[in-house]
């Protein structure tokens, strides 16, 4: 699996678990759709989720004039996944988190919410 899909799918899993609780395998079992396992989109779920806390704390800290709780839940799924890379993903360069978090907004949330992510994500890129 390509990369830039795994990404897909780790948000397509992360957005089950966000709104309805489910469990991450049986969420990453569920994106799958009988695809082969990967190892890069079950390590972005299980990664993401378990630092959850750490990465939503830093989010927080970088939203301007915004809430936590008013983001969209697509789009506070792709900041959680994108801050996971840049923190986290040894092999992922920040700028590429960054990029691949703008292009995850543009295919699956709204206009603005690149603009949005990118301006996120550049503030908390500073601060790491």
Same mark, same amino acid.
């Given at each position: 699996?390509?990369?830039?899909t795994?990404r897909?799918?780790?948000l397509?899993a992360?957005?089950q678990?966000?709104v ?5 395998e049986a969420a990453?079992?569920n994106?799958?759709e009988e695809? /082969?396992?990967?190892e890069y #989109?079950h ?5 993401t989720?378990e ?6 704390e ?5 939203l301007?004039?915004?809430s936590f709780d ?6 506070r799924?792709? #900041?959680r #996944?994108?801050?996971?890379e840049?923190?986290?993903?040894e092999?992922v /360069? ?5 990029n691949e978090a703008?292009?995850l ?5 709204d ?5 949005f992510i990118?301006?996120? #994500?550049s ?6």
């Amino acid at each position: 699996m390509k990369r830039r899909t795994a990404r897909e799918k780790s948000l397509q899993a992360l957005y089950q678990i966000d709104v309805s609780g489910a469990e991450p395998e049986a969420a990453i079992t569920n994106v799958l759709e009988e695809a /082969p396992a990967d190892e890069y #989109l079950h390590k972005s779920v299980i990664g993401t989720i378990e630092h959850r806390e750490e990465i939503d704390e830093l989010i927080k800290a970088h939203l301007e004039k915004w809430s936590f709780d008013r983001l969209a839940k697509v789009d506070r799924n792709i #900041l959680r #996944l994108a801050v996971f890379e840049m923190k986290y993903g040894e092999d992922v /360069p920040e700028k590429v988190a960054i990029n691949e978090a703008i292009e995850l907004a543009k295919q699956f949330s709204d206009e603005q919410s690149g603009k949005f992510i990118n301006g996120v #994500l550049s503030r908390i890129k500073e601060s790491l």
